[in-house]
């Protein structure tokens, strides 16, 4: 599908007079990678709460800012915010015209895949948002071919929905993918059947190269969509947090080259330079994310080619060297073959936070780098109490309530220190 074809609803211009209530100028113009799609989406998965329940009013406030400045894509789910979440967006969206958003929901019959009960979900959709239509639908978190079958495939539901599509009452039809390449593939040969409109995948710059769970690499999925033109709508841009929230030495790396600008930003802007992408989702619970994201994708900056070599070498350090989830509870201890297993978990850690580990032969002042490393390891760990006395017993493991399973800790810790040493790494 074209991308003129996809702009059903024509956004705000994205300006603004001056300065918003925060410190930023938001004047400029909404990024629309598809024209009258906001590339910045409203993930609604994550609305503020006040006395255990979604506070509406703050959810009025964030939805009125977000249309006022050109964030048009809102994406639900019946199951959202223990099912609140439809309801409050609901509330929110329908104090403005229906052509001024886009609604994005989804078919999340997980519990319960039988054919009526899939389509009475659809029809609650539509009541509580008090319309005919839904701009974007989706078979929520597609994992494989059997899962698909038994939400899907074998009871029916695939004949309603391609049938509300022809009469106009699901304006475009996709799915949201957590699986594994086959799985992936497997929904790609379904495309000339079903003619999917747009697909939702997770997708970062650590995820791009360094999925993990039940996640195949980004780069694989983009790629695909991109070859056979199926718009692409992007969840965990954030990864679910880690890429504004992590080590202090990566982020000072990014503070260096962009020192007024968030860790966040420079996710979004990974996810916003790749042109079919239709909107990137965001949670944002607070207006200071708001106002952030907005910075970032109000007058977008494409990331260069040396950027996207950049930010992908900081997800190389963030996986080649992750921290340690230690909480320093000594539950562990005593080990019987006298390792601090604590200290070691500790050492790594500081390390790592600060930025004084050493990551490769190429880093700068390596040599000195290096020679610090060892040195402080020795002075902090005494040779008898260090990594390489683990014999891998797993007796500590059952009493870490971390569940980290920290022979496997040690022995990583082992064979770093040893790379270090030998000049490998």
Same mark, same amino acid.
């Given at each position: 599908?074209?991308? %003129?074809?996809? !702009?059903l ?14 410190v930023?100028?938001?004047s400029g ?27 509406q *009013?703050e ?9 006022e400045h050109?964030?048009?894509? @809102? ?7 223990? !099912? +609140?979440?439809?309801?409050a ?6 104090r403005?015209?229906?052509e ?34 839904? *701009?974007y ?8 071919? %059997? ?7 074998s009871?029916?539901?695939m ?25 992936f ?20 710059y ?22 056979? +033109?199926i ?14 929230n ?8 990014l ?12 996710? @979004? ?12 989702l965001?949670g ?12 970032? @994708? ?17 997800? *190389?350090?963030?996986?080649n060297?992750?921290l ?9 201890m ?12 500790k050492?790594?850690?500081?390390n ?12 700068? *002042? ?8 060892l ?16 014999i891998?017993c !797993? ?14 800790q ?16």
């Amino acid at each position: 599908m074209g991308a %003129a074809a996809l !702009g059903l609803a024509a956004c705000t211009s994205g300006k603004t007079s001056g300065k918003t209530e925060g410190v930023k100028d938001l004047s400029g113009k909404m990024l629309q990678n598809y024209p009258g799609i906001g590339t910045l989406g409203y993930g609604c998965m994550r609305w503020p709460t006040k006395d255990g329940h979604i506070d509406q *009013d703050e959810v009025n406030r964030l939805v009125d800012f977000a249309l006022e400045h050109g964030v048009n894509y @809102f994406d639900t789910s019946p199951v959202y915010t223990r !099912g +609140e979440s439809e309801t409050a967006t609901s509330i929110a969206l329908n104090r403005h015209p229906r052509e001024s958003w886009l609604l994005a929901t989804k078919l999340s019959n997980m519990s319960n895949p039988s054919y009526d009960a899939s389509v009475a979900m659809y029809h609650r959709s539509l009541e509580f948002f008090k319309t005919d239509y839904i *701009d974007y639908y989706l078979l929520h978190s597609v994992r494989d071919q %059997a899962d698909f079958e038994r939400r899907f495939g074998s009871t029916g539901i695939m004949d309603f929905l391609m049938k509300e599509r022809e009469l106009g009452h699901i304006r475009h039809l996709g799915f949201s993918f957590h699986g594994h390449e086959p799985g992936f593939l497997y929904m790609m040969s379904l495309h000339e059947k079903y003619h999917w409109d747009f697909v939702q995948i997770q997708m970062n710059y650590v995820d791009w190269q360094h999925a993990s769970g039940r996640n195949c690499n980004a780069d694989f999925l983009y790629n695909e969509l991109d070859k056979r +033109e199926i718009p692409v709508v992007i969840m965990e841009p954030l990864r679910g947090g880690a890429l504004s929230n992590m080590a202090a030495g990566l982020a000072d790396k990014l503070k260096a080259r962009e020192p007024e600008k968030s860790l966040a930003s420079w996710a @979004f802007r990974f996810v916003g330079s790749y042109p079919r992408v239709m909107a990137a989702l965001s949670g944002m619970t607070y207006m200071e994310h708001l106002e952030d994201n907005l910075d970032t @994708f109000l007058d977008f900056e494409p990331m260069s080619d040396d950027e996207k070599k950049f930010i992908l070498g900081i997800a *190389d350090d963030m996986i080649n060297y992750p921290l340690i989830p230690c909480t320093n509870c000594q539950y562990c201890m005593p080990c019987q073959y006298g390792i601090d297993i604590p200290g070691l978990f500790k050492f790594y850690n500081d390390n790592i936070n600060a930025g004084t580990y050493v990551s490769n032969g190429e880093q700068e *002042d390596y040599a000195r780098a290096k020679r610090k490393y060892l040195l402080q390891y020795s002075k902090a760990i005494p040779t008898v109490r260090q990594a390489d006395h683990c014999i891998g017993c !797993g007796k500590c493991r059952p009493a870490c309530p971390q569940y980290i399973d920290i022979p496997a800790q040690l022995s990583r810790i082992d064979h770093y220190l040893e790379q270090i040493k030998q000049d490998t790494l």
